[in-house]
């Protein structure tokens, strides 16, 4: 059971393009103590609605920012009328709600998506020890 004692602990979901990345931020991520531990899954399968493109995946890269990353950031550009499919990496990484802002700003200077899926949810029970040794191992 969680107890004042315990740190609150966040835990963020992502996906990433392929395995190479997803282990390189992944390890990036421990190595920097944003993250106590990084799950790095199978890949799955995404299916999300972004821009027509004549690119299969490009709303989603970086090499050169889409006009439907304008639309989802509030600014005029294509709507979202055409539904993708990808092939993605999953990561679940559990940190600390003291190391989330820090570990949020790195992902989004280093993911390769434009519009990156950062979601954390907060972890609001657990077994102590863990909470306890995450606090720790996310200490700068």
């Given at each position: 059971m969680?107890?004042s004692?315990?740190?609150?602990l966040r835990?963020?979901?992502t ?5 190479e ?6 390890h990036e991520?421990v ?5 106590a ?14 821009q027509e493109?004549?690119?299969?995946g490009?709303g ?16 005029p550009?294509n ?9 993605e990496i999953?990561?679940?990484?559990k ?6 802002p820090?570990?949020?700003t790195f992902?989004r200077?280093n ?12 972890g609001?029970?657990?077994l102590p020890?863990?909470l ?7 200490q700068?």
């Amino acid at each position: 059971m969680l107890v004042s004692s315990t740190p609150a602990l966040r835990i963020v979901l992502t996906t990433l393009p392929n395995a190479e990345i997803a282990g390189r931020l992944a390890h990036e991520l421990v190595a920097a103590k944003l993250a106590a531990c990084v799950n790095v899954l199978s890949p799955c399968r995404s299916i999300y609605r972004w821009q027509e493109s004549g690119a299969p995946g490009s709303g989603k890269t970086s090499e050169s920012p889409p006009e439907g990353a304008k639309s989802i950031l509030g600014r005029p550009g294509n709507r979202l009328d055409s539904v993708q499919e990808d092939v993605e990496i999953p990561l679940i990484i559990k940190t600390t709600a003291a190391r989330y802002p820090a570990l949020e700003t790195f992902l989004r200077e280093n993911h390769p998506y434009q519009v990156p899926e950062i979601l954390a949810i907060d972890g609001v029970d657990g077994l102590p020890d863990y909470l306890r040794w995450a606090a720790l191992a996310t200490q700068p």
